[in-house]
């Protein structure tokens, strides 16, 4: 007898592979299909939603750029805290008690020393943005939830993810869409980059899947876990490898509409907690990755 779950976001990136995931064969959950016209600021779209009561949660759901945060932090509260609550508050009345994983955000440590890599649990959570700060805020909120009502509660705090599906607003898929377009003669051999010369901590979405479920099934409730692939990688060695894969030179150029200022020159985080709690580890190499989102872009290119 399959286990039923309920993800909110199931139209965004990591909500597809969900998807993909759970219609698999073997899979021991059943996805519990969404009524369309949901949305978690308006509390009445969320009556009803669930015909049947799920045993498990995962909300992916949010506002996740951080430049729209700033530029209308009102709206990521909205989505992010308030969003959150009204689907707690759903939940309740529907007479859910199962397991319920936030999503929240490495973004919630904020800058870090470089003496304190990798970044792990105990490093006192320090937002620097509006999107941080309600995700931070969403985490607490739903860690009472679960001391409160007795719900099995876990908090999940993804590094930087990487896969075919992206948007092309993130770093990876903007380098891989335009070396694609450059190889079918679409662009100059030049790439528009911002600064490259940071490192941050890359896992692929397929893994990140992988954590989910792993936490769903095992993660110890009240507890947080990063999840992260515990490598530092910089930015610029990762557009040079997709450049080298498909077999195309270009020139880097920097462009200033797409420099953000990063406090954070490097990243790395530990995912030692949620291995020794799950057994979770890594299994995508980044190369395997980075050839999927090439694939993936050569074909969403050709449709442009």
Not at 62 to 79: I, K, L, M, S
Not at 207 to 229: F, M, R, T, W
Request: glycine residues 8%; charged residues 20%; neutral net charge.
């Amino acid at each position: 007898m399959k286990k039923r779950l309920f993800v909110t976001g199931l139209n965004g990136f990591v909500g597809r592979h969900i998807q993909s995931r759970l219609n698999a064969v073997d899979s021991q959950w059943q996805l519990l299909p969404v009524a369309p016209g949901y949305d978690l600021r308006e509390p009445k779209s969320l009556e009803g939603l669930w015909p049947e009561l799920p045993d498990a949660v995962i909300h992916l759901a949010g506002q996740t750029f951080v430049p729209e945060a700033f530029r209308d932090p009102a709206n990521t509260f909205q989505v992010n805290l308030l969003g959150t609550l009204h689907l707690l508050q759903a939940l309740k009345a529907r007479g859910f008690s199962g397991t319920f994983l936030y999503v929240s955000s490495g973004d919630v440590y904020g800058q870090v020393s470089e003496s304190a890599l990798p970044i792990d649990e105990h490093q006192p959570p320090c937002p620097r943005n509006p999107y941080a700060v309600s995700k931070l805020s969403a985490e607490l909120l739903c860690l009472q939830w679960g001391m409160t009502e007795g719900w099995p509660v876990l908090v999940a705090r993804p590094f930087n993810h990487i896969g075919p599906g992206q948007m092309d607003s993130f770093v990876v898929a903007s380098a891989a869409r335009q070396i694609c377009r450059i190889k079918q003669g679409l662009q100059p051999a030049q790439l528009q980059v911002g600064d490259i010369d940071v490192t941050r901590d890359f896992l692929d979405v397929a893994d990140v899947v992988s954590a989910y479920l792993a936490l769903l099934e095992k993660g110890e409730p009240g507890q947080v876990y990063n999840i992260c692939s515990g490598v530092e990688q910089s930015v610029r060695g990762l557009i040079e490898q997709l450049a080298d894969l498909a077999q195309v030179h270009v020139q880097l150029i920097q462009d200033p509409a797409r420099l953000r200022r990063a406090e954070q020159r490097r990243v790395c985080g530990s995912h030692a907690r949620l291995h020794q709690t799950t057994g979770w580890a890594p299994e995508l190499t980044t190369q395997q990755s980075l050839r999927a989102i090439l694939s993936d872009w050569e074909s969403r290119v050709r449709q442009e």
